[in-house]
């Protein structure tokens, strides 16, 4: 099974950028999607980004949409999200996520997945 940790979190204030990486090891990182969830406190965990196998398509909610990117670099075995002019209410803890198989819809459409991260805690200060 593939072990995922995820790293870049912090503070930072509106307007601000972070980017985030999510490492793997143990596994076949380059043949599946990958994504990342965030869970603000007290509400329910949500969708952000998904990418396919190849780092050729990727799928954003609409809250990330135009803010937020995701990448991969399969030869490092790391999965990002740069996050730019950031919100309060991107308060959450990010976690990236490993699909079961290689496409967008195989991260957005289904809330079971292979690995999960720890997460990273992202607070975005008014």
């Known amino acids: 099974q593939v072990h995922l940790v995820e790293s870049g979190g912090g503070l930072v204030q509106t307007g601000g950028s972070l980017r985030l990486s999510c490492a793997a090891s143990?596994?076949?990182?380059?043949?599946?999607?990958m994504g990342w969830l965030r869970q603000a406190p007290g509400k329910e965990r949500e969708f952000v980004a998904a990418?396919?196998?190849?780092?050729?398509?990727?799928y954003y909610s609409d809250s990330a949409k135009g803010r937020f990117t995701v990448s991969r670099d399969n030869a490092q075995n790391t999965m990002y999200l740069q996050m730019n002019s950031l919100k309060p209410e991107d308060t959450a803890v990010y976690y990236c996520?490993?699909?079961?198989?290689?496409?967008?819809?195989?991260?957005?459409?289904?809330?079971?997945?292979?690995?999960w991260g720890q997460g990273t805690q992202v607070t975005v200060s008014s």
């Open positions: 143990g596994g076949n990182f380059g043949s599946t999607a």
């Open positions: 990418i396919n196998w190849a780092g050729t398509s990727t």
């Open positions: 996520v490993k699909a079961r198989g290689t496409a967008t819809t195989d991260v957005v459409q289904t809330t079971e997945y292979d690995s």
